[in-house]
Antibody, heavy 121, light 112 residues
């Protein structure tokens, strides 16, 4: 059974860098046919796509976050990571990792439970 | 990058059918068959209900159906049940960038 588990710092100071990791079990991030994504949700608000990493390692990012975002993969640990630089209070959100099969065309079929990141001094 | 437009709330009685609309543009919903729908309970991760406009993943009830006309996608829930009370989000690929994915603002479904 596929499982995705987010981990990382729950409190980040303004202007610092947010770092999260998504550990994947039950599937390989190197397998053709899937991309792996980060999606966030500010408390009480809607969902926002952050970006993808494909099995090839290629990335695509939300244009509004592109200058601050890096998503990378570690095949040896079967996990992928998110780095968001120069954070502000507006980056406070629940961060989810998710899988998107290519044949679902941007549909996210499995999600992690989410992890709350608060940006505050 | 604008969010897709959904009604903030809809309601219905058990057994009834409701429809949630999701309006975008020719650069997203109207231009591609890449619309998905999610159900989210408070404190839980979203759950995929529909992908590629009309397709249900394995295990999703046939009470959930969807369609698209022009720049508007719709999710219909038939035979409404108390357990359907949740937040619903639409999502679409958008051609504003090389790859861009946008969500609707969400619709709170209340089962009366």
């Amino acid at each position: 059974q596929l499982q995705l588990q987010e981990s990382g710092s729950g409190l980040v100071r303004p202007s610092q860098t947010l770092s999260l990791t998504c550990a994947v079990s039950g599937a390989s991030i190197s397998s053709d046919g899937y991309s792996w994504s980060w999606v966030r949700q500010p408390p009480g608000r809607g969902l926002e796509w952050i970006g993808y990493i494909y099995h090839s390692g290629r990335n695509y990012y939300n244009p509004s976050l592109r200058s601050r975002v890096t998503i990378s993969g570690d095949r040896s640990k079967n996990q992928f990571s998110l780095r968001l630089t120069s954070v502000t209070a507006a980056d406070t959100a629940i961060y989810y990792c998710a899988r998107a099969p290519y044949n679902y065309d941007y549909g996210f079929d499995f999600w992690g439970q989410g992890t709350l990141v608060t940006v505050s001094s | 990058q604008s969010a897709l437009t959904q009604p903030a709330s809809v309601s219905g009685s058990p057994g009834q059918s409701i429809t949630i609309s999701c309006t975008g543009s020719s650069r997203d919903i109207g231009g591609y068959n890449y619309v998905s729908w999610y159900q989210q309970y408070p404190g839980k991760a979203p759950k995929l209900l529909i992908y590629k406009v009309v397709n249900r993943p394995s295990g999703i009830s046939s009470r959930f159906s969807a369609s698209k006309s022009g720049n508007t996608a719709s999710l219909t829930i038939s035979g409404l049940q108390a357990e359907d009370e949740a937040e619903y989000y639409c999502c679409s690929y958008s051609s504003t960038s090389i790859v861009d994915v946008i969500f609707g603002g969400g619709t709170k479904l209340t089962v009366l």
